[in-house]
């Protein structure tokens, strides 16, 4: 069964959140998509009590404001937060990224590819673990 909760996108640059956009489309996901620039605003809006909980975040680690693992530094230590799955869809295959990402408890670790193809198989993957997972019953 397809969860129908949002997806929720923490990205800065808006070329690549239309290119998530434009991969949901073409993969006909259906599942609402929620776009957030930066940290502060996305902790602002998961805190929320009218908005639903994402199914799954997509977080960039280059961003203003708040960077992404400082982003995750605050949502896993959030005992209301800590269980939503965040996949981390990023420029940067830098290792100390990549180690520093799972030890703050990420789900998985994608780098952005430059080939839509490939960027369409990374969509495709993210949307199979979101059918396939189960999540806390949380609002």
């Known amino acids: 069964m397809r969860n129908s909760k949002p997806i929720l996108l923490v990205e800065d640059d808006i070329v690549d959140a239309m290119t998530v956009e434009r991969a949901l ?3 006909e996901i259906s599942n609402q998509l929620t776009h957030k620039i930066n940290g502060e605003e996305t ?11 994402p199914c799954v975040i997509l977080i960039d680690l ?9 982003f995750l530094r605050l ?4 005992e209301t937060l800590k269980e939503i799955p965040v996949i981390v869809l990023t420029t940067s295959s830098e290792e100390q ?4 990402s799972f030890k703050l408890g990420v789900a998985g670790y994608m ?8 960027f369409l198989e990374k969509i495709r ?14 609002g």
Request: some cysteine; aromatic content about 6%; overall charge negative.
């Open 25 to 27: 489309g073409d993969l």
């Open 43 to 53: 902790l602002e809006y998961l805190r929320s009590d009218s908005n639903e909980t």
């Open 62 to 70: 280059n961003m203003p404001k708040m960077n992404g693992l400082e």
């Open 75 to 78: 949502i896993k230590a959030d």
């Open 97 to 100: 990224d990549v180690d520093e």
């Open 111 to 118: 780098v952005k590819p430059i080939d839509y193809e490939e």
């Open 125 to 138: 993957v993210i949307d199979s673990y979101c059918t396939l997972i189960e999540l806390p019953n949380r």
